[in-house]
């Protein structure tokens, strides 16, 4: 069921409706506006649209970051678990 949530983005307030918790569109909107809010501070002369654009362009990067982290971690994991599989095949061909 889908939960309508009112959050305030640069002054504006939108009601939002999500499948997610009242408390985590409230933290993604907040982000946002925190995104657009910096990067308007940066370019005064920037307009919403660009502003809204380039918070999108950040956040994708963030996004995109945090993605080829998570590979590496999977890929670090798979490395561990050989890793480990080989220790205690070690292990057990020295108990018996």
Not at 3 to 11: D, F, H
Not at 62 to 82: P, S
């Amino acid at each position: 069921m889908k939960n309508l949530v009112q959050v305030e983005i640069m002054g504006r307030e939108y009601n939002i409706r999500s499948d997610e918790g009242e408390e985590r569109v409230k933290k993604i909107a907040q982000y946002v506006d925190e995104k657009l809010k910096k990067i308007s501070a940066i370019s005064k002369t920037t307009s919403t649209l660009n502003a809204a654009i380039l918070a999108a362009m950040d956040i994708a990067n963030e996004y995109f970051d945090a993605l080829e982290g998570c590979t590496h971690l999977k890929q670090r994991m798979e490395e561990i678990e050989t890793k480990s599989g080989r220790l205690i095949e070690r292990i057990d061909s020295k108990t018996h």
